[in-house]
């Protein structure tokens, strides 16, 4: 693979997936650059080890299925990957990752909240959804493939956050003082919830850093609005 920001490797990639079939494996993506790849699905035998630097770029308008496992890491590794107007990464089918992280879309702590919002979106999409697609609602089964959604340190948004049919749900932090979410858009909700039931909020805080009325929670669990 030419993992170089521009070349599609998706042809490449394939090709090796072939030649390891079933077999356990382990694939290194560089730090050279980013692989760009369009819609594949990369086998739960395959774990992947991200060097800090490299990623997957994915296509606009494609999906990357991810049902292996990643080295552990809280750096970048996906890129154009925050679904919408962008490409998808999806882990539904695979439970070989343990934890899905912010990071991994490009949020941190010290980032900025225009920056974090979108990537903790698509980062709640990964742990409990299909990007956008809310392929895992309750007829589906498919909540036995939620993720833990693990979150560093106190990240600032500025919009609210979907939580659309996220049943079966853990979100973990590092202690209610430095781990959460900060809201600081006025008047606006930090979790707007449609569908969303039988989970766990461990050590994590929701706050304010803008004023919001008596009209406008911070948290707002809800089905039909």
């Excluded at 890491?73 to 990957?81: G, R, W």
């Excluded at 560093?152 to 853990?170: A, M, Q, R």
């Amino acid at each position: 693979m030419a993992c170089d920001n521009s070349t599609v490797d998706t042809k490449a990639l394939n090709n090796l997936l072939t030649k390891i079939g079933t077999t356990q494996a382990r694939i290194s993506l560089p730090n050279t650059g980013q692989c760009k790849l369009g819609t594949i699905r990369i086998p739960g035998n395959v774990t992947l080890d991200v060097l800090p630097g490299g990623g997957i770029q994915v296509v606009t308008g494609q999906t990357v299925t991810i049902l292996g496992s990643i080295l552990p890491t809280t750096h970048q590794i996906f890129y154009n990957a925050l679904g919408g107007g962008q490409g998808t990464v999806d882990f539904t089918g695979g439970t070989a990752v343990d934890r899905i992280y912010p990071e991994w879309w490009g949020a941190s702590p010290q980032a900025s909240a225009a920056t974090n919002t979108p990537a903790i979106q698509a980062a709640i999409w990964g742990a409990f959804g299909c990007g956008p697609d809310a392929c895992r609602t309750n007829p589906t089964g498919n909540s036995k493939y939620n993720r833990e959604l693990h979150l560093s340190g106190l990240y600032s948004i500025n919009d609210e956050l979907k939580w659309y049919h996220v049943l079966n749900f853990l979100v973990t932090g590092e202690g209610k003082l430095k781990s959460g979410f900060v809201q600081t858009a006025i008047n606006k909700r930090i979790v707007d919830s449609q569908s969303m039931a039988y989970g766990v909020f461990e050590q994590i805080s929701f706050s304010a850093g803008a004023s919001e009325d008596g009209t406008h929670p911070l948290f707002d669990l809800d089905y039909d609005g």
